[in-house]
């Protein structure tokens, strides 16, 4: 189901022109931008703009893995195979990695 998601996100981003007229640097910027949605959905406790700002995060982020010749599932898993060795504790409700 992801990755059918992730291929009708890429479609998409081809069709609005993105892929050929965008760049990495581009999409961070939008991704910025999202995330700073998705703060202001938390600060005012807007559940559906909260699910509305994760979903864009994530469809920043298969664009901007596209552009660097990489996929979201590729992604995670790199990312994965790092944080499930890591080691550290909670402090004030936020993980801190050992050092």
């Not at 959905?41 to 703009?49: G, I, P, Q, S, V």
């Not at 901007?64 to 994965?80: D, F, G, R, S, V």
Request: net charge negative; charged share 30%.
């Amino acid at each position: 189901m992801f990755e059918k998601l992730e291929q009708l996100v890429l479609e998409w981003a081809n069709n609005k022109g993105i892929m050929d007229n965008s760049t990495p640097l581009d999409q961070f910027g939008k991704t910025s931008e999202e995330v700073d949605e998705l703060y202001e959905a938390l600060m005012t406790n807007d559940a559906l703009e909260t699910k509305d700002a994760i979903g864009d995060i994530v469809v920043t982020l298969i664009i901007q893995a596209k552009m660097q010749n990489l996929t979201i599932n590729e992604c995670l898993q790199h990312a994965y195979k790092i944080i499930s060795k890591r080691k550290g504790k909670m402090v004030d409700g936020v993980f801190v990695k050992d050092v």
